[in-house]
């Protein structure tokens, strides 16, 4: 099975072209920051930057709606090739082409992220996630403690 499921940020607006065969095939290409769930430091964060291509109706899709610094989620499939360039060289790629693509935060927050961005664009990391707090009563070990005197309650002994 090839599927892959990712979520991040475009790195750039789409490139759009089309491609010209029996039918005009809208074509998108565009990479997607995904941070990496553990950074190298305390703090620090880091990203995979994937490149991903899109055809037809969700190429369309692309080129309507998504810009620079929002975040999707999209669904795809690797695929690999391998070209000759100017120099006679081989080159390999490696896309993940694109079955669909789901914003992933409302647009409110798209535009806070966009304009936080700067002018100067490039990627910014999400912040970390605040820690979520502990449930009343937790341990330290994850555990939650039992109150003493209930162990004629309990369902199992």
């Not at 964060?45 to 929002?70: H, K, M, P, S, W």
């Not at 009563?137 to 369902?155: K, T, V």
């Amino acid at each position: 099975m090839n599927k892959v499921i990712l979520m991040g940020r475009l790195t750039r607006d789409p490139d759009i072209r089309s491609a010209n065969g029996e039918t005009v095939t809208t074509v998108a290409r565009f990479t997607l920051a995904v941070d990496r769930r553990f950074g190298r430091k305390e703090g620090e964060q880091n990203a995979d930057f994937i490149g991903c291509v899109a055809f037809g109706r969700t190429a369309e899709f692309a080129e309507r709606y998504l810009r620079q610094g929002i975040k999707v989620a999209v669904t795809g499939r690797i695929q690999t090739g391998s070209y000759t360039n100017r120099d006679g060289q081989k080159v390999y790629t490696t896309d993940v082409v694109l079955d669909d693509i789901e914003f992933a935060e409302s647009k409110a927050a798209s535009d806070a992220n966009r304009s936080n961005m700067g002018m100067g664009g490039g990627y910014q990391p999400a912040p970390a996630p605040a820690p979520m707090p502990s449930p009343m009563g937790a341990a330290g070990d994850g555990f939650m403690n039992i109150p003493d005197g209930i162990d004629e309650e309990l369902p199992f002994n």
